[in-house]
């Protein structure tokens, strides 16, 4: 069965430096994953997503996530931090076959920019 | 305008009472959802629907029935809320894709039931 665990719950940093998120997966397919972010009060919306196609994906807001098969993992990166990157993100692995897109959600990695 | 609305956005309501939560797209998609997320669990899929005629549960329907009235609307009700389903409920929509476990999931801006 998939799962996901990310391996931070609270990440804090200063505001033009390096992001890092790190989220690990299980699965017995060819996974899709996914990082959503989730700001204040607000719905979730899509970073970006790993589908088999080139391992390293951007995403809009400068953020990227680079799929390891041999690591099982898929960390989310930016170079530099900004103050409106703050919000809760979450990797997100799709349990794909049967046609099911079913979403198993990690449990969140809260990221907080400091001047 | 948004692609997925939920309304209402906020609700607060007693033990014992009937509650439907209501969600609409139009972004033209077949496939939706219902998620509800708690503190440190992530979200956890509640029902979803491929279409108006195929509704199933996820894996933590007990407590909850769904409704799928159109291609573009899907509504959730808790029969007789209780306080262990306060939480933010969200509705999400896709496009189905041909390779199984590829269509991305879109979300609504979500509802915070309270339940006293």
């Known amino acids: 069965a998939q799962s996901v665990t990310q391996l931070d719950s609270h990440v804090s940093v200063s505001e033009g430096t390096p992001v890092l998120l790190r989220c690990n997966y299980s699965?017995?397919?060819?996974?899709?994953l996914f990082w959503y972010v989730q700001h204040p009060n607000k719905g979730l919306q899509l970073l970006l997503k790993?589908?088999?196609?080139?391992?390293l994906v951007k995403g809009i807001n400068g953020f990227e996530a680079e799929f390891k098969k041999s690591e099982t993992s898929f960390h989310l990166t930016k170079p530099s931090a900004h103050m409106s990157d703050a919000a809760e993100y979450f990797c997100?692995?799709?349990?794909?076959?049967?046609?099911?897109?079913?979403?198993?959600f990690g449990a969140g990695t809260r990221l907080a920019v400091h001047p | 305008d948004a692609d997925v609305t939920q309304t209402p956005r906020n609700r607060i309501t007693k033990t014992g009472k009937r509650i439907m939560l209501e969600c609409s797209q139009t972004?033209?998609?077949?496939?939706m959802y219902w998620y509800r997320q708690d503190p440190g669990l992530g979200l956890r899929l509640i029902y979803y629907?491929?279409?108006?005629?195929?509704?199933n549960k996820g894996e933590i329907s007990d407590g909850y029935s769904v409704s799928r009235q159109a291609q573009a609307k899907f509504s959730l009700s808790l029969e007789s809320a209780i306080p262990n389903q306060t939480a933010l409920y969200f509705c999400?929509?896709?496009?189905?894709?041909?390779?199984?476990?590829?269509?991305?999931?879109?979300f609504g801006p979500g509802t915070r039931l309270t339940v006293l």
């Open positions: 999400a929509t896709s496009d189905a894709d041909a390779r199984a476990g590829r269509d991305t999931q879109y």
């Open positions: 790993y589908t088999s196609a080139a391992t």
């Open positions: 629907s491929f279409d108006v005629k195929d509704i």
């Open positions: 699965s017995s397919y060819s996974p899709s």
């Open positions: 972004k033209g998609h077949d496939r």
């Open positions: 997100v692995v799709s349990e794909g076959p049967g046609g099911y897109n079913k979403l198993i």
